[in-house]
């Protein structure tokens, strides 16, 4: 299977950044989508930004112009950089991604990180 190991997060003051990173491994042919996804206490999680293999990005309105999402094919791996943030922005932060798992077979599997803590002070 895929294992998503994330890092980065942490403690930041409101207006400081952060950057998220995560790695897949394991046994998979390739990947389709990968992006981050966040959870705040007693909210429901909701997507952050999510970019496709061809590098299109797509962006949660409240990431727009603050957050940037990149990645590496050929390093299965995927960034975050969140500039400005806000003391809403905290939450857990969860690496997902999309995985092709057979060559020339357009099905695919859905994987999670285990997570990582994002605090904003104000």
């Known amino acids: 299977q895929v294992q998503l190991v994330e890092s980065g997060g942490g403690l930041a003051q409101a207006g400081g950044s952060l950057s998220l990173s995560c790695a897949a491994s394991?046994?998979?042919?390739?990947?389709?989508?990968m992006g981050w996804y966040r959870q705040a206490p007693g909210e429901q999680r909701e997507l952050v930004a999510v970019?496709?293999?061809?590098?299109?990005?797509t962006y949660a309105d409240f990431a727009k112009g603050r957050f940037t999402i990149s990645r590496d094919n050929a390093r299965n791996a995927v960034w975050l950089q969140m500039n400005s943030l806000k003391p809403e922005d905290t939450g857990v932060y969860y690496c997902?991604?999309?995985?092709?798992?057979?060559?020339?077979?357009?099905?695919?599997?859905?994987?999670w990180g285990q997570g990582t803590q994002v605090t904003v002070s104000s």
């Open positions: 970019i496709n293999n061809s590098d299109s990005p």
């Open positions: 997902t991604a999309e995985a092709f798992i057979w060559p020339r077979q357009p099905v695919t599997q859905g994987f």
């Open positions: 394991g046994s998979f042919f390739s990947m389709k989508n």
